[in-house]
């Protein structure tokens, strides 16, 4: 079992940087897959990116393909998730989350989550 708490949400113009983290607590990160999600009201809930076990693989949706990066730092516990030339479609809910799968784009696969941060990007 392990919590997860999000941090670094804010406010930003089109064009700019954010950077998110996730904390974990409780069971060591290390043991899962570690995701980021994304929801903006009124829509379904969107894969991000996600990260293996031991950092070495990541795969990152299209939308967000060259412009975010994720890392993880298994002996802090923490994931990263930076965002670059972030736009306005980038508005949304994000979340982190951690699956016991190996390989998972599906929100349903991920069994523990964060509460959210909010990221707006408006001119």
């Known amino acids: 079992q392990v919590q997860l708490l999000e941090s670094g949400g804010g406010l930003v113009q089109p064009g700019g940087s954010l950077r998110l983290s996730c904390a974990a607590s409780?069971?060591?990160?290390?043991?899962?897959?570690m995701g980021w999600f994304r929801q903006a009201p009124g829509k379904e809930r969107e894969f991000v990116v996600f990260?293996?076990?031991?950092?070495?693989?990541?795969y990152y949706a299209d939308s967000v393909k060259g412009r975010v990066t994720i890392s993880r730092d298994n002996a802090k516990n923490t994931v990263v998730l930076q965002m670059n030339s972030l736009e306005s479609e980038d508005t949304a809910a994000y979340y982190c989350?951690?699956?016991?799968?190996?390989?998972?784009?599906?929100?349903?696969?991920?069994?523990?989550w964060g509460p959210g941060t909010q990221v707006t990007v408006s001119s």
């Open positions: 409780g069971r060591s990160s290390s043991d899962y897959l």
């Open positions: 989350a951690a699956s016991s799968r190996l390989w998972s784009t599906s929100w349903r696969e991920y069994a523990f």
């Open positions: 990260i293996s076990r031991n950092g070495v693989n990541t």
